[in-house]
């Protein structure tokens, strides 16, 4: 699974997670061992939301620096550490739409975690 990589000193990165990371551990009492927020948000449109794509491949200057899209997930990441967590999943920049098995997994899951 692909979180962002919270900093603070450089902006956030795309990491791959293995999933047995972000289930709970029964040997240390349930605890997941890489905890993460998940966020809920209202979509910008298309051209000013952060894709996969673009944040996989983040370079100085980031084109989309300014955009809406971008403004939120630095906003979001704030929040995140705000609360102590070093990761954060946001739908639009953390699911490889390139790779129906992943988006398919993400659907699945978004299911599960906002029902």
């Given at each position: 699974?692909?979180?962002?990589?919270?900093?603070?000193?450089?902006?956030?990165?795309?990491?791959?997670?293995?999933?047995?990371?972000?289930?709970?551990?029964?040997?240390?009492?349930?605890?997941?061992?890489?905890?993460?927020?998940?966020v809920s948000h209202r979509?910008?449109?298309?051209?000013?939301?952060?894709?996969?794509?673009?944040?996989?491949?983040?370079?100085?200057?980031?084109?989309?620096?300014?955009?809406?899209?971008?403004r939120k997930i630095l906003?979001?990441?704030?929040?995140?550490?705000?609360?102590?967590?070093?990761?954060?999943?946001?739908?639009?920049?953390?699911?490889?739409?390139?790779?129906?098995?992943?988006?398919?997994?993400?659907?699945?899951?978004?299911?599960?975690?906002?029902?």
């Amino acid at each position: 699974m692909w979180l962002l990589k919270l900093s603070s000193s450089t902006s956030p990165t795309l990491v791959s997670i293995p999933e047995h990371d972000l289930e709970p551990d029964d040997e240390h009492g349930g605890i997941v061992r890489v905890q993460y927020a998940i966020v809920s948000h209202r979509w910008e449109a298309d051209d000013e939301e952060v894709t996969f794509d673009e944040m996989h491949s983040f370079s100085h200057p980031f084109s989309k620096a300014n955009s809406p899209g971008y403004r939120k997930i630095l906003k979001c990441c704030e929040l995140a550490k705000s609360s102590n967590l070093q990761y954060l999943w946001i739908d639009t920049c953390c699911i490889d739409k390139r790779s129906s098995a992943e988006l398919q997994e993400a659907i699945n899951s978004m299911f599960h975690w906002f029902v």
